[in-house]
Each structure stands twice: as C-alpha cells, then as structure tokens.
C-alpha cells in the first residue's frame, strides 16, 4: 500500500511539473523571438506610432469593456436596479483583469466563484461557458472569413469553410445555452436541483446579448486595425483581423500568459508578406494597448464599481 500511494504521488507529482512547463512555453517562444530580431527597430516603431490612431485604439478598448461589463450584466442578472448593475460590472471587471494575467484566461471563472450557493455557481458557470462560445465563436468566424476572403493562409478552400461553419455552430450552442429550457433540463439532469438557479431570458434580451457580442469582439478588431495605421503597416482590415483572431484562439491555450510568444509567432507567420518589424511592432503595441492597458483599467474600474456604496433604498437583487 505505501509503495502504491508513493507512485501516485510521484505520478501527481510528474502531473504537475508537466503542466508548469507546459505554461512557461508561450514566454520561452516570446524569450527566443526577441534573440532573433532586431529590438531596437521594434521599438522605434513603436514610439513613432501616430498618436491620434493610438487613442482611438485605447477608445475602442474601453468600449470593448464597458460592452462586456454590460453584456454580463444582462446574462448574469439582467436587473434595471443600480446597485445590481454595479454589482455585475464590478465582478466582470476584476474578473477580466485576472483573466488577463492568467494562463488561458482561467482567471475569468472567477465571474462564476462569486456566487456562494452550488446551484447558483454551476448556473453562473453555464453563462460563462455561453459568454464565452460567443466571443470563441465569432472569432473563429473571423478567422474563417479572413482564410477565404484575405487569403491570410493558403489552405483547402472546403477546409475554410469547414472552420466557419465550426465557428457558426460554437455561436449557435453559445446562444442555445443562454435561452434554451431543452439544453437547462438536461444539465438538471446531471446535476440535481439547479433548475431554479437559471434565468432564462426573453427573445430580446437574447438578441441585446448577441449584438452586444458582436459589437464588443468588433471593437477588438477595430483597436487593433488603427494600432496597425500607426504604424503604417499596409494591411486590410479583414487580414488583421483575421490574424488578430487567431492569436487569440491560441491565447486561450494555457500556454501562454498575456499572450506572450504564440502571438509573435502566429504573427510572424499569418503577416510573413509584411515587415517582420513592423508585424512584431503591433504585436508589442497590442500587447501594451489591449494586454497591460485593458487589465490596468479593467482592474481600476472593477474596484470602483465593487466599493460603490448600495443605496439603502435599492437593494441588490
């Protein structure tokens, strides 16, 4: 018996420094890139961005977060009162942050870790897993439009379009657990007594949350096409959001914090038409605008909207 406990420890033991590599990779990609390239011109790019585009790329990363603070709020609660309203953007907020920082944006599970009660955390957990399908969904299906149509990468063109429809299908079930009594019954099922812990929201509210969906990842690409103005990197919006989304697929791999490596990589070779300078230079300049810029203000906003004071006459719900 000691010796079978000792080679399940050792195996646990084995586990665990695996997945600690496993998470260190995305730096030691990023730490191999910056020996290969010439860093100074990186950065002389980078100061020379054009300030008027670099705020209307920090605007649209604002909007970005204000969007999904809200899209939550109607997910998680969907209350008119204040006090709720504050409630739910002051846990998306903090949540965003940690998810930043985290490998794979795990830390964004904190949304559902609010709640004290089982069902309701397993509910809340749903509406991550929904919020999230959306956001994956919609940017697989830009990265599937940018495959067709920018010609980001040449592959089979029925294996373009086998990504969209896996990107349409993703943002379909995402919409399916939002509002779908079929799909809540059979999670009951599994797990018992949870029914009463989900909100099933009316066809509008459904589609308030879609089009805030799509208005948010929108922004994101917006963001990133005027980053790339600049800089004056000569590329369409289409191809840089195209490979803007993929870096972002990858981003959700644990291997990788902020996205540092596998988007300098998956840079590199999506924009190899382009200047390798000026491609790393927008990958710096979205990692400081989008990265550190949107964890900083969604951190700061995330306390603000959490220690605001609830009126005495508008209880939260």
């Keep these: 018996m000691p010796r079978e406990k000792s080679n399940r420890e050792s195996k646990k033991t084995k586990k665990i420094k695996w997945f600690s590599l496993l998470r260190i990779l995305g730096i030691t990609i990023f730490i191999i890139v910056l020996f290969n390239v010439d860093l100074a011109a990186i950065w002389e790019h980078i100061k020379k961005v054009n300030l008027l585009f670099l705020l209307v790329a920090i605007f649209f990363q604002i909007i970005l977060l204000l969007v999904k603070g809200y899209r939550w709020h109607i997910l998680n609660n969907g209350s008119k009162n204040?006090?709720?309203?504050?409630?739910?953007?002051?846990?998306?907020?903090?949540?965003?942050?940690?998810?930043?920082?985290t490998p794979g944006r795990i830390g964004e599970l904190m949304k559902a870790g609010y709640q004290n009660k089982k069902e309701k955390v397993i509910a809340s957990g749903v509406r991550v897993l929904a919020e999230r399908g959306l956001d994956i969904g919609f940017f697989i299906i830009i990265a599937a439009c940018a495959l067709i149509w920018a010609n980001l990468i040449i592959i089979s063109p029925l294996l373009s379009f086998l990504i969209l429809l896996g990107g349409v299908i993703i943002f379909i079930v995402a919409i399916l657990l939002i509002g779908s009594k079929k799909i809540y019954t059979w999670i009951d099922k599994l797990v018992k007594n949870i029914s009463g812990s989900f909100k099933f929201r009316t066809k509008k509210e459904i589609l308030i949350i879609v089009i805030l969906a799509l208005v948010s990842n929108l922004s994101?690409?917006?963001?990133?096409?005027?980053?790339?103005?600049?800089?004056?990197?000569?590329?369409?919006?289409?191809?840089?959001?195209?490979?803007?989304?993929?870096?972002?697929?990858?981003?959700?791999?644990?291997?990788?914090?902020?996205g540092l490596g596998t988007r300098e990589l998956t840079f590199l070779y999506v924009f190899k038409a382009f200047s390798e300078v000026q491609v790393l230079a927008l990958s710096g300049l979205i990692f400081l605008v989008a990265q550190i810029g949107g964890g900083i203000i969604a951190l700061i906003l995330g306390q603000i909207f959490l220690n605001l004071k609830t009126p005495k006459n508008e209880p939260v719900n």
């Design 220 to 258: 994101y690409f917006i963001s990133c096409y005027f980053l790339a103005l600049g800089i004056d990197l000569p590329i369409s919006f289409l191809t840089v959001s195209g490979g803007v989304a993929i870096a972002g697929l990858l981003n959700m791999l644990p291997i990788t914090v902020m």
């Design 82 to 101: 204040k006090a709720s309203i504050f409630q739910s953007l002051g846990e998306f907020f903090e949540s965003y942050a940690m998810g930043v920082i």
